[in-house]
């Protein structure tokens, strides 16, 4: 039994278009609700679970509408044609929406009057008397925005209250130099000021916000339509015991594509504070996107895959489905054992969800705000390098592991990174990468496993219904987990973030001891013995 690696490739080609869509999502859109257009933690919060609302509902039925597909194409290619075509389209027309919303924040008074100031790059950040000028020049563009009937008294009162009063406190309080925990708090505040100022100028007209938010609407249901359709893909066309490693060059193909889409990001101008035009990422990401469909649709005959897999499984009594292709009744089929074991599975992929989501959904604000860094120092580049050169190693660590002794090694491995990001401090770049590195590896073993032990569970014909199964689990801790870490993070600042998701991760571990069924079925040396001579 051996891979088909270059087959494989190809069929990844689709995980690279998923995960380049969704590292560009994560990063610029709830960073743009929250400085572009004003939104807080929670609401940005709110807006990033719709995608996983839509999911919960959507990837099961068209995982469940695809396992009943007899198309020419095949039961996939036309869901992922339709789907990408859409999102890809969608996602460049979010470029006007960025562009109008960008112009209206460099024409703000905020600009001129202490944004360039607050963020020099001469000036030392630690500085207390820097502090105090830029409050002076937020003093004097509050007083304009009053006195010309920008604001309204009581706006300015509010300022005054959160943001100037504590602001000066803290500084009264400190030596001429800020210690970091201050110089958090300082930054904290000014940029939930920058915020609410923008908030200002979106609820002025929220005419750009509808349109936003109607555009990101059909990008996502574009995604919802083709997902689970192109990761059943890879099991519909891999024999199960090699569906691990399978699955660590899908991975590796994803990681490809999100990490192009950090460094198309990193070329638009995206660094920790500048408001720039980020149109160039939304029509780039879109045209990768269809030009990866294009050689997709070159080297992936579907049905061609599918006959060979069938047949080999066929040989090697892999087959069980033949006996009841036209059975409805799915869950009914699974012994209790094994149905108990698929409920815990997706309950530990509900809670591990709850921990990484949070922090996926809430990086690109927590690193620059609250750790001074970003994506683009080299550190991180070689963080992410080191993770990438595992990927393949760890595939082949599931094979000889076990499937659910390397999701729990990766768990442990996690756990143990978030939960020290927490005591991070700036300027501590080699140690931050190396836990980031450390959590990525944890969270390969586990991605690499989870999704494949699932579909261990399935008769083979319906892998888009238990397709939906995992993406439900995963995406119902989406929705809620972004609101919660957002609620949380508003209550008691940034620094709560990853406690949050070292405790669900947690969880997640002690859920996932319990899963009992999750290993391939083992084939018999007589088996392959006389497939070999053949």
Known sequence: MKLNYRNTFFVGLIFFIISLFWQTYDMMIARTLIDKYGLNQTWSGVVMAIDNVMAVILLPLFGAISDKSNAKKGRRTPYIIVGTVMAAFA?????????????KIQATDIIENHYDIAFDSLVEASERDHWYLVIDQMVLERTESLQNGHISGNKYNEWNQNIRQP????????????????????????????????????????????????????????????????????????????RSKANAIITLMGAFGGILAVYIIMLSGLNKHTYDHHAFVYITIGILMLLTLG??????????????????????????????????????????????????????????????????????????????????????????????????????????????????????????ALGNVYFLRENQPWITAGIIASAGIGWTMIGINTYVMVVELSKGYDVGRYTGYYYAASMTAQIITPIFSGVLMDQYGRSILFPYATFFSIIALVVMIFVKQSEPKKISQSVLDTLEME
Do not use: C, H
């Open 91 to 103: 996602f460049m027309a979010l470029a006007y929406t960025d562009y109008v919303q960008t112009s």
């Open 295 to 416: 050689i997709f649709l070159w080297k992936v005959d579907e049905p061609k895959l599918v006959a060979e897999k069938r047949a080999l499984d066929d040989k090697l009594g892999l087959a069980p489905e033949s006996t009841a292709r036209k059975s409805k009744k799915v869950l009914a089929e699974l012994t209790f054992k094994r149905r108990l074991s698929l409920y815990f599975l997706l309950g530990s992929v509900f809670f591990l969800f709850m921990g990484y989501n949070a922090v996926m959904s809430k990086i690109a604000d927590y690193l620059p705000k609250q750790l001074n860094m970003n994506f683009f120092d080299y550190q991180f580049i070689i963080a992410q390098a080191v993770v990438i050169a595992a990927i393949l190693p760890i595939g082949l660590l599931s094979m000889w592991l076990g499937r659910k002794k390397t999701v729990l090694l990766g768990m442990a491995i996690m756990i143990f």
């Open 167 to 242: 602001l000066v406190q803290i500084l009264n309080n400190s030596g001429p130099t800020l210690s970091a925990r201050d110089l958090s708090m300082v930054r904290d505040l000014y940029y939930r000021y920058l915020s609410e100022r923008a908030w200002e100028v979106t609820s002025s007209d929220p005419t750009n916000l509808i349109i936003f938010g109607i555009i990101l609407f059909i990008s996502l249901v574009s995604m919802a339509i083709f997902r689970s359709p192109a990761v059943a893909l890879m099991p519909d066309v891999t024999i199960k015991p090699l």
